[in-house]
T-cell receptor, first 114, second 112 residues
């Protein structure tokens, strides 16, 4: 089955810096890669996703890149702000007996200091 | 976003007791899930259901059971709770393609 590894487990940056979180996956059949943000005490919420037919997707200050050959994808946050502080989860899924099952990484705790 | 509602939100129970976590949704989604979140381990799938007649084990189903009472309701039971089942539990839903997962607010369960 799919295995997703996520690094780093914690990341501290200064406000205004960029942050990059990286994930690798094992199943070459995976074709959907979402990122979820979980603020303290709240539920995970989807912030951006990418499918295997594109290499990069942007939404304001966040972007995701995908390298299918190397089987890794990354989340990029530019001009970080204190409200970006949260735990971020990557995930991967692909067709498996007709069901796309998300497998999550172990999470990255991002701390943005003012 | 109260579309996926979990009860109870917090529960402390004793070892060996049976505990049920309930989930209801108003999104009209067919697919429902139960995940467990532990520090450093991310979100792990316990059970998932395509519809009321479909139940499937996830990666960590041992010690848990589920019931899909209706399209909108999916409950998780711990038949005999043990301390290592102390965790944050999330119910979630998705539409037919199963991609975007919408989580409930979570249920903190402590087994003492």
């Amino acid at each position: 089955g799919e295995n997703v590894e996520q690094h780093p487990s914690t990341l501290s940056v200064q406000e205004g810096d960029s942050a990059v979180i990286k994930c690798t996956y094992s199943d070459s059949a995976s074709n959907y890669f979402p990122w979820y943000k979980q603020e303290l005490g709240k539920r995970p919420q989807l912030i951006i996703d990418i499918r295997s037919n594109v290499g990069e997707k942007k939404d304001q200050r966040i972007a995701v890149t995908l390298n299918k050959t190397a089987k890794h994808f990354s989340l990029h946050i530019t001009e970080t702000q204190p409200e970006d502080s949260a735990v971020y989860f990557c995930a991967a899924s692909g067709s498996n007996t007709g069901f796309q099952k998300l497998v999550f990484g172990t999470g990255t705790r991002l701390l943005v200091s003012p | 976003d109260a579309d996926v509602t979990q009860t109870p939100r917090n529960r402390i129970t004793k070892t060996g007791k049976r505990i049920m976590l309930e989930c209801s949704q108003t999104k009209g989604h067919d697919r429902m899930y139960w995940y467990r979140q532990d520090p450093g381990l991310g979100l792990r799938l316990i059970y998932y259901s395509f519809d009321v007649k479909d139940i499937n084990k996830g990666e960590i189903s041992d010690g848990y059971s589920v019931s899909r009472q209706a399209q909108a309701k999916f409950s998780l039971s711990l038949e005999s709770a043990i301390p290592n089942q102390t965790a944050l539990y999330f119910c979630a839903t998705s539409d037919f393609n199963g991609n975007t997962i919408y989580f409930g607010e979570g249920s903190w369960l402590t087994v003492v």
